[in-house]
C-alpha cells in the first residue's frame, strides 16, 4: 500500500549548498503541491503541479527554489545556495483529481536542516 | 489576503471533550479541511466541510459556519495518542481552474491523564 514517499528524510546542507528533494506521489495521482513548513507552523504552500505542468509556483521564496516533474510522476525541489532560513520541514503532497477536489495525502517529509 | 487563526495550545484530560476553534478570513472559499499532524510525521486528513453545519465522524466532528467564517473540530472521549497538532485549513479556489490549501498555524492539544 504505497502512500506518498519523500527522500532523504533528514538531509543538513551546509550554507551555500545545493540541495534535491525528493518526493515519489501516489501513483496515478494528477496533482502534486509542495509545502515548506518551519518549526510551530503550518504548511506554506509553495508550488502545484497539475501532470508535468506546473501551474503555480508563486509561494516559491525566492529564485533559489526550483521544482519539477518532468514526467508527471515523481518530483524533485532543488534549492540552490542554501540558506539558513531555508531549514525547514518541506511536505509534498498528491491528489488524485485535477482540482485536488479531494483531501491532499502527504509525504512524510524531508527535515532540511542548513548549518 | 488571506487569513486563518486558531488557538496556539490547549491541553486537556483524557476522557473528556475539547473544541478546537478556527477562523478565517479567505478569497475564494471552497472548503475547510481539519488534519491532524503527530510530531515529525505527516498531516493526515481528519474532516471536510464546505457547507454549513456539523459533520460527524466518530469521536470527532467539525463544524462550519460560512457566514461567521468560522469551524470547530470536537474531539470526544479523549485518548493519549490525541495529543496532537490540529491544523484548520481553508481551501481556496484560483483562476487557474485549481484548488490550494492555505493552512493555520495549528493548535497544539496535549492530553494528560
Known amino acids: 500500500g504505497a502512500g506518498v514517499s519523500q527522500s532523504p528524510r533528514y538531509k543538513v546542507a551546509k550554507r551555500g549548498q545545493d540541495v534535491a528533494l525528493r518526493c515519489d506521489p501516489i501513483?496515478?495521482?494528477?496533482?502534486l503541491f509542495w509545502y515548506q513548513q518551519a518549526l510551530g507552523q503550518g504548511p506554506e504552500f509553495l508550488t502545484y503541479?497539475?501532470?508535468?505542468?506546473?501551474?503555480?509556483k508563486s509561494g516559491l521564496p525566492s529564485d533559489r527554489f526550483f521544482a519539477e516533474r518532468p514526467e508527471g510522476s515523481v518530483s524533485t525541489l532543488k534549492i540552490q545556495r542554501t540558506q539558513q532560513e531555508d531549514s525547514a520541514v518541506y511536505l509534498c503532497?498528491?491528489?488524485?483529481?485535477?482540482?485536488?477536489?479531494?483531501?491532499?495525502?502527504f509525504g512524510p517529509g524531508t527535515r532540511l536542516t542548513v548549518l | 489576503g488571506q487569513n486563518i487563526d486558531q488557538p496556539t495550545e490547549m491541553t486537556a484530560t483524557e476522557g473528556a471533550i475539547v473544541q478546537i476553534n478556527c477562523t478565517y478570513q479567505?478569497?475564494?472559499?471552497?472548503?475547510l479541511f481539519w488534519y491532524q499532524q503527530h510530531a515529525g510525521e505527516a498531516p493526515t486528513f481528519l474532516s471536510y466541510?464546505?457547507?454549513?453545519g456539523l459533520e460527524e465522524k466518530g469521536r470527532f466532528s467539525s463544524f462550519l459556519s460560512r457566514s461567521k467564517g468560522y469551524s470547530y473540530l470536537l474531539l470526544k472521549e479523549l485518548q493519549m495518542k490525541d495529543s496532537a497538532s490540529y491544523l484548520c485549513?481553508?481551501?481556496?479556489?484560483?483562476?487557474?481552474?485549481?484548488?490550494?490549501?492555505?493552512f493555520g498555524a495549528g493548535t497544539r492539544l496535549a492530553v494528560h491523564p
Open positions: 503532497a498528491s491528489s488524485p483529481k485535477r482540482e485536488a477536489d479531494n483531501e491532499q495525502f
Open positions: 501513483s496515478g495521482h494528477v496533482s
Open positions: 503541479f497539475q501532470n508535468e505542468a506546473q501551474l503555480d
Open positions: 479567505t478569497s475564494g472559499f471552497n472548503g
Open positions: 466541510n464546505v457547507l454549513d
Open positions: 485549513a481553508v481551501r481556496s479556489s484560483f483562476s487557474g481552474g485549481y484548488n490550494k490549501l492555505i
